[in-house]
């Protein structure tokens, strides 16, 4: 069986576009850091199984990733995606699912790993912004970039109107990337991703024409 496991903390508007996505999977599982999470009832009203592991149940980060590896294999993944999951992950954890995790971060890394991305690039006064589909590695946000896109920065933005322009296009890359992933599309590199038969247009979204 061809699973597919979301791991979440939140809202999970990404965890839902991809569960719209009607992606190639047999089974999507979706598991939360966080079992107030407000994707967790999205998931479960779209008939969707879930589980939660309270990271706050655990003393460190080791016991609580251990814990966290058990469930996810217990289901036995061909990817994991990381959709709005709140927690920095041990080494070990991320270099046992090295080449079939994956995250999305809302900046264009490099630039602007971590938190607070949209205020950080409304301060650093940048006129282009946007969001990166990315594998996972040890070094936080640095992993093999598979798609990107971005969205201009008008001069009225505010962090609230700048968030809301580049998680639209959040929805539209994760499922992309998470589909070429499981059609076997993408070749992963130690630094880089070549995207096979795929045209440079559809990993490099640029949406300039949007309303200011
Ligand atoms: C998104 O902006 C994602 O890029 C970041 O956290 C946010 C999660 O939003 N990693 P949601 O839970 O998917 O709505």
Redesign the pocket.
């Known amino acids: 069986m061809k699973t597919l496991v979301i791991l979440?903390?939140?809202?999970?508007?990404?965890?839902q576009a991809l569960l719209e996505a009607k992606l190639p999977v047999d089974r999507i599982v979706v598991i939360s850091s966080n079992p107030n999470a407000e994707?967790l009832i999205t998931a479960t009203e779209l008939g969707i199984q879930t589980a939660s592991i309270d990271h706050r149940a655990f003393s460190d980060r080791e016991t609580f990733d251990a814990a966290l590896a058990d469930e996810i294999d217990s289901y036995q993944p061909v990817l994991i995606v990381?959709?709005?999951?709140?927690r920095i992950l041990t080494d070990d954890f991320v270099l046992r699912y090295q080449g079939r995790l994956m995250?999305?971060?809302?900046s264009l890394l490099p630039a602007f790993t971590g938190l607070r991305t949209h205020q950080r690039a409304l301060q650093e006064g940048v006129k282009i912004h946007g969001?990166t589909v990315h594998f996972v590695t040890p070094k936080l946000d640095h992993g093999p970039i598979v798609i990107q896109a971005a969205v201009p920065i008008f001069p009225n933005d505010t962090d609230k109107t700048l968030?809301e322009r580049?998680?639209q296009q959040?929805h539209r890359i994760y499922p992309q990337a998470v589909r070429w992933f499981l059609q076997g599309q993408l070749k992963l590199s130690a630094r880089t991703v070549v995207v096979n038969d795929a045209r440079v247009h559809d990993w490099v979204i640029y949406s300039p024409g949007l309303q200011e």
């Open positions: 979440i903390s939140g809202r999970g508007s990404n965890m994707g990381l959709a709005g999951f709140m995250n999305i971060h809302p969001c968030a580049v998680l959040e």
